[in-house]
């Protein structure tokens, strides 16, 4: 029999990295084990409703992302390194102290045999700085672009593919030296003074904590991640363990005016980053007005009328949108770079076109690109003109469709929460039932 376990599920206070968690919790909880998940205030409702025992973090390390920009009105403006700089520092790593308080608190109070970190966790990059027998397992929950340091990779955050071959190294290794010691040289300070207060000390550079971890359990496929040949930390690749699921939500009244043939572009900027439609939504609206298309949004849950306003002809607007319906339809998916939301995509073969610069986004738009599922803007307020064209592109040439078609194909056969429970026990040294 397998062993049941004692499971902590750690999450910091944002939506799109507590979302793909809760399945994992749910999961692990169907399953037999004992789960506590660890978050913020704002989702212990809907982490309680999995079957988890919930654990609120302190208040040092919680905050309301409903306005990332109005709790952290520094990082308005910035992109790129910098944006990710920034969002490092105070968004993530400042609470890593309070969120490794909790943790200990729960291992003491509860036995817990396993913790479960999603990468921006950073409290779990203190945790693994301790020696292995001194803390329980440690999995790294790869919700976000695989970060791990690799010669074969450029360091993450800058948003650059790989490039093969020996030069290839010679570059990644001199970007390395830059990345750490220039671009996030402030990063790694402040995390090496969170790793003196802790009493831990600090492994390597912040970012990387994953390679230091039990294993990495990455949310995507190997044909969507940069090949890495040096990888030592066991790594288990199961796919998006959100898959696409049956919508019960009523269809808009408008559903059946996209029955006419007319190609289908649908245009999302998530259910968080939505407080500013004129970001990615109204531009590709406006882009394509005068095209021989649909173009359907989703207000992530935000009243229709921020929208209705003058919309064109061709343009068709709801709340929320039933992807179990929408997507097999849907010919171009334009995305302001969502983990999460890729996947959906190309779980059904719909090709991308996607801008966003900030957090992972600028990795996530490079694997777009590297991976030929679509184009990436490079920007996280394209011109309608740039989209346009970019919409045209994707729709005009096959090989988008067909690569992003055969990643599904790979997302559809991977193994999912089984694979990640495996990983689970894996890492805790429990023995798998056989059969």
Not at 151 to 156: I, N, Q, V
Not at 349 to 372: F, L, M, N, Q, Y
Request: hydrophobic letters at 45%; glycine letters at 10%; aromatic letters at 6%.
């Amino acid at each position: 029999m397998t062993r049941r376990l004692r499971i902590l599920v750690c999450s910091t206070p944002v939506h799109g990295h507590v979302t793909p968690l809760l399945a994992v919790s749910r999961a692990l909880v169907e399953r037999g084990h004992d789960v506590h998940f660890l978050t913020g205030a704002r989702y212990l409702s809907r982490a309680a409703a999995t079957g988890a025992r919930v654990q609120p973090l302190p208040p040092a390390a919680d905050y309301d992302d409903t306005d990332i920009d109005a709790a952290f009105p520094g990082r308005v403006g910035l992109t790129g390194p910098a944006g990710i700089r920034y969002d490092m520092t105070e968004i993530f790593l400042r609470p890593a102290l309070a969120q490794l308080e909790a943790v200990d608190a729960a291992v003491r109070g509860l036995g817990i045999d396993v913790v479960l970190a999603e990468s921006l966790f950073l409290g779990a990059a203190f945790l693994t700085a301790r020696p292995r027998d001194s803390r329980p397992a440690v999995l790294n929950l790869g919700i976000v672009p695989l970060g791990l340091k690799s010669r074969d990779t450029a360091p993450f955050g800058l948003g650059i593919p790989p490039r093969p071959g020996p030069l290839g190294r010679t570059r990644n290794a001199a970007l390395t030296v830059v990345a750490e010691r220039v671009v996030f040289a402030p990063v790694q300070r402040a995390a090496r003074r969170v790793g003196a207060e802790a009493g831990t000390g600090l492994d390597g550079f912040v970012l990387d904590w994953p390679s230091h971890a039990d294993g990495v359990v990455q949310f995507t496929v190997p044909e969507f991640e940069y090949p890495r040949m040096d990888v030592r930390v066991p790594l288990h690749f199961v796919g998006p363990v959100s898959r696409t699921q049956a919508s019960d939500a009523p269809l808009p009244a408008w559903w059946g005016d996209l029955d006419d043939g007319r190609p289908i572009v649908h245009v999302t900027q998530g259910t968080v980053a939505n407080r500013d439609f004129g970001e990615l939504v109204l531009p590709t609206i406006r882009a394509l007005a005068g095209e021989d298309v649909w173009v359907v949004a989703s207000t992530g849950g935000r009243e229709v009328s921020v929208l209705d306003a003058d919309l064109p002809a061709n343009a068709r607007v709801a709340p929320y949108l039933p992807y179990d319906r929408l997507l097999p339809r849907t010919s171009a998916y334009v995305t302001n770079g969502g983990y999460g939301g890729i996947h959906y995509a190309m779980e059904h073969g719909v090709p991308i076109v996607v801008a966003g610069t900030t957090e992972d986004k600028t990795e996530v738009s490079a694997r777009v690109a590297w991976s030929g599922v679509g184009v990436a803007l490079g920007t996280n307020h394209p011109q309608p003109a740039q989209i346009a064209t970019a919409v045209r592109t994707v729709l005009g040439s096959p090989a988008y469709a067909e690569r992003s078609a055969a990643i599904g194909a790979a997302i559809r056969s991977a193994s999912g929460l089984d694979g990640l429970e495996r990983a689970v026990l894996e890492a805790a040294g429990a023995r798998v039932t056989v059969g």
